[in-house]
C-alpha cells in the first residue's frame, strides 16, 4: 500500500481498506477540514487526528474500537453517582466549551491535545451544520465534564471526552449512550480502543465489520432539544 497525497482543494479519499500497515490505518495525508470534507471522511470510516504542525493526516485503522451502546458497563461508582444526582446534563448548550475542555493539557501531557486551533474551528463549523454535538455536565453552575463527535449514518464518532471531577466523562459517556438509544443509534465509534474504553465495555471489530455498520444506516440529523434537567431522569430510565 501507498500512501496518498490529497489535493488541498480537491480532496478524493482512496478506499479506506488500502490504508498502509506501519504505521496502522494511516490512510492518506494533505487536504482539508472543511465541512464537506469531513463528512465524506466520516461517512468512509476515515477521521483526522495529527499534531499541531504536522500535515492532516487521515486514519482508517485495522482495528476499530466500538461501544455498543446496550453493552456499556454501570461501575459501582458511577451507580453511586448518578443516584446522589449532584449533576445536570445538556446537549449541544456549550459545544466551544467542551471543545476547549477537551484541548487542555492532561496530567500526563506536557502541551495541549491533538484538537488544534484548525481542529477547533472545522469541529465548530460542523456543530453549526448540526453534525457534530457535545454533551455537557455541570456542577453547580460549573462545568465539569463533557465530550464531543460527530453523528453521521446513525453511527456516533466520539472524537475526545474530559472530566474535571470524577467520573464525569463516565457519566457523559452513559449520558450519550441513553441519549443515542432513543434516536436509534446503536453504535459509538471509539475509533482507537484504550484500557479505559474496553473496561467501559468497548469492543475492538475488523475495519471491514466497522465498515458494513457505517454503510448498513441511513444519515439522520440528531435533535436534542429536551436535556435533562439532573440525573435523577438517568436513575429512573435506566438504573
Same mark, same amino acid.
Given at each position: 500500500m501507498t500512501l496518498v497525497y490529497l489535493d488541498e482543494h480537491n480532496p478524493i479519499f482512496p478506499d479506506s481498506c488500502d490504508a498502509i500497515d506501519d504505521p496502522d490505518g494511516l490512510l492518506a495525508f494533505g487536504g482539508n477540514l472543511a465541512p464537506?470534507? &469531513? &463528512? #465524506?471522511?466520516?461517512?468512509?470510516g476515515i477521521f483526522p487526528w495529527y499534531q499541531d504542525g504536522d500535515p492532516i493526516m487521515w486514519w482508517s485503522p485495522s482495528a476499530r474500537c466500538i461501544l455498543r451502546l446496550d453493552k456499556f458497563h454501570v461501575s459501582k461508582s458511577l451507580r453511586r453517582l448518578i443516584r446522589k444526582n449532584i449533576h445536570s446534563i445538556t446537549f449541544n448548550r456549550a459545544f466551544k466549551e467542551v471543545l476547549r475542555g477537551c484541548s487542555a493539557p492532561r496530567d500526563n501531557q506536557a502541551g495541549g491535545t491533538w484538537i488544534t486551533n484548525d481542529m477547533y474551528e472545522a469541529y465548530s463549523k460542523l456543530h453549526t451544520l448540526g453534525f457534530a454535538h457535545s454533551l455537557e455536565v455541570w456542577s453547580n453552575g460549573f462545568l465539569v465534564g463533557g465530550l464531543y463527535?460527530?453523528?453521521? %449514518?446513525?453511527? @456516533?464518532?466520539?472524537?475526545?471526552m474530559f472530566s474535571k471531577t470524577a467520573n464525569a466523562s463516565k457519566l457523559a459517556l452513559?449520558?450519550?449512550?441513553?441519549?443515542?438509544?432513543?434516536? %436509534?443509534f446503536t453504535v459509538i465509534d471509539c475509533q482507537m480502543p484504550t484500557d479505559h474504553l474496553l473496561r &467501559?465495555?468497548?469492543?475492538?471489530?475488523?475495519? #471491514?465489520? @466497522?465498515?458494513k455498520i457505517l454503510g448498513s444506516r441511513e444519515d439522520i440529523c440528531l435533535k436534542w432539544d429536551t436535556p435533562w434537567q439532573n440525573c435523577s431522569d438517568i436513575s429512573r430510565s435506566c438504573l
Open positions: 464537506e470534507t &469531513l &463528512l #465524506d471522511a466520516y461517512r468512509k463527535g460527530v453523528a453521521v %449514518n446513525r453511527v @456516533f464518532s466520539g472524537e475526545s452513559y449520558a450519550l449512550c441513553h441519549q443515542l438509544r432513543l434516536a %436509534n &467501559l465495555g468497548a469492543e475492538v471489530i475488523s475495519r #471491514d465489520t @466497522f465498515l
